[in-house]
């Protein structure tokens, strides 16, 4: 009997064993793509709406159709095999290595089903396979190509080769505008030939006066986080292509607000032109492409704030390679409040830019990640103050040299959140839902470096908060960044001033500082004269620190005031 028992424990645990090892080799594969598509050197650059492509007679979308107002939901998308998550094509697409044949791809053609999002007609294009020379074709609105004939379909040389400086990347313009007569208000449009400038209007060398249907050579520039502009040759700023922002004035081709004004509903127009604010990686390589899109939303004169659509020349920035993950280098800038002194920043015994007079900023320098040693130096070059930092990947700071309750010398590192995203605050368990990106930001940091206040709140006028959570603004000690939710998020074109206050534990915002001049909106404006418009925005957007610096003691050689440190290019 016990015998039988065991024999029978014994054939079930061998059951058990075999059904645990059938699971073990089961497997589910949950990836879009499940086995490796090699790419070819051909590259689709789609700035015309196409939703479909076909190569060889194939059909790599799902061609199928929108809904009845042209848009796509979740009825009418079906991924496929080239394109699993929605079927559809996207705004850049490399051609898979298996459709070429001795070289060639033949037979590829670029369409759109909807109506809404119209694109020029389909035709077979043929593209050659060159891993020495990669190509982009730019399938955009039409414009005159240099033989006089309008086209829809551009062949671009695309670099590979990163900069020489590994610290760097290289950029480049390419101007495929349209010059469109007819129904166009001759406000909005931008034509001719083309230029990038830095956020100021300072002109990039290299990106200047490229003419419709050429594009610049590559120039190399040191990494960071810019905000290019791109201006035709009367001066006039280019709209960036966003769909978010794109309601624009007919007469002078600025993004409009939503706001009363008489003659075209509510509506009020902002003088700026949407640019983004983008970091541009070490090692990457961009192109700022203008061309001709169908999503200017001007404003029909009906008082609800409708829209009706229009075609612009307007700019995006193309990643010609993957953009490369930052696993290197640190950005570091110093900045001098300590009055009476000038000073030198110095890291690891080698000078960080110019030596500075009270309330001036170094431009940034990039350092390899680790431990460094940051002094700062007096005209005698004896050490002020002396501090270790530990830069970690991708790091924007700025060293503040400061003075201390007791007259001596400190230094504060501060973080600069330069990528426009932030947690809304409304987290789960992981705050995955919660994160959130500014694509046109107006954030304002807040420093206290005066000495003879505990704790500096900023506020708009009659001590009125600023927006957003007042931790940011409210009760900030001296020398300490807020941690924690760090910037007043201010809103598009801002007209507030900006005052502050001298608080204390439980008081806000406390007693105004009357003798401190209060920052205007405009102060905010780096070079007034880029603006060729009837009027002035109100603010520029940015990534920047207010800081109140000097004393406010009666017979201090540098009296209170605040100062603005823009951390963008």
């Known amino acids: 009997m016990m015998k039988m028992r065991t024999t029978y424990i014994l054939t079930v645990a061998a059951l058990m064993l075999s059904a645990c090892s059938k699971k073990l080799d089961y497997a589910y594969d949950n990836r879009m793509v499940q086995q490796p598509i090699t790419p070819s050197a051909i590259r689709l650059v789609n700035l015309a709406g196409a939703t479909e ?141 083309m230029s990038v400038t830095l956020a100021d209007g300072t002109t990039v060398p290299g990106l200047s006066n490229i003419a419709p249907g050429q594009y610049s050579d590559y120039v190399e520039l040191p990494y960071g986080t810019y905000q290019f502009r791109v201006l035709d040759n009367k001066g006039n700023q280019v709209q960036g292509a966003n769909s978010l922002l794109n309601v624009i004035n007919p007469l002078t081709g600025t993004l409009m607000d939503i706001q009363g004004v008489p003659g075209i509903g509510n509506w009020k127009d902002t003088w700026l032109n949407y640019a983004p604010v983008k970091t541009f990686q070490p090692g990457g390589i961009y192109t700022i492409v203008v061309a001709s899109t169908y999503d200017a939303g001007i404003p029909n004169g009906n008082p609800t704030g409708e829209t009706y659509k229009s075609e612009n020349n307007t700019f995006r920035i193309i990643a010609d390679i993957a953009e490369p993950v930052n696993l290197t280098y640190a950005r570091l800038q110093g900045v001098n409040v300590v009055a009476g002194k000038k000073i030198t920043w110095q890291v690891d015994g080698q000078p960080l830019g110019e030596a500075l007079a009270f309330a001036k900023q170094t431009s940034y320098v990039h350092y390899i990640t680790g431990k460094h040693i940051v002094k700062a130096l007096g005209d005698d070059g004896k050490v002020v103050a002396e501090s270790n930092i530990d830069l970690q990947p991708a790091d924007n700071l700025t060293a503040w040299l400061y003075p201390r309750k007791d007259g001596s010398a400190a230094i504060s590192f501060v973080a600069n959140n330069l990528s426009g995203r932030y947690y809304n605050g409304n987290a789960t368990d992981n705050g995955s839902w919660s994160a959130m990106k500014d694509i046109f930001p107006f954030w304002i940091r807040c420093m206290n470096f005066c000495p ?103 017979n201090a050689t540098e009296k209170a005031r605040m100062i603005i440190v823009k951390h963008n290019n």
Do not use: C
């Open 53 to 193: 492509l076909s190569v060889r007679g194939e059909q790599l979308t799902s061609y199928q159709l929108p809904d009845y107002e042209g848009y796509y939901g979740e009825s009418n998308t079906k991924g496929t095999f080239w394109f699993p998550e929605n079927g559809r094509l996207g705004s850049t697409y490399t051609i898979p290595r298996a459709f070429v044949i001795n070289g060639w791809v033949d037979s590829v053609m670029l369409s759109s089903l909807s109506i809404r999002n119209y694109a020029p007609n389909p035709r077979p294009l043929r593209m050659k396979d060159d891993d020495a020379n990669p190509k982009d074709y730019y399938f955009v609105r039409f414009r005159p190509n240099p033989a006089g004939l309008m086209d829809s379909l551009f062949e671009v040389p695309r670099g590979i080769s990163p900069a020489a400086d590994p610290a760097g990347f290289k950029l480049r313009l390419l101007n495929l505008s349209a010059t469109i007569t007819g129904s166009i208000p001759p406000g909005i449009y931008r034509t001719g030939p």
């Open 452 to 554: 003879d206040l505990d704790e500096v709140t900023f506020t708009q006028n009659d001590g009125q908060p600023l927006p957003g959570l007042y931790a940011a603004s409210q009760h900030i000690f001296l020398g300490k960044p807020v941690m924690d939710v760090p910037y007043v998020m201010m809103p598009v074109n801002f007209p507030q001033r900006v005052l502050a206050y001298a608080s204390a534990p439980g008081v806000t915002p406390g007693d105004w500082i009357t003798n401190i001049t209060p920052l205007k909106s405009r102060d905010f404006i780096a070079r007034p004269e880029l603006y060729k418009t009837p009027s002035l925005p109100q603010s520029e957007p940015g990534i920047y620190t207010v800081a109140l610096v000097g004393s406010t003691a009666v």
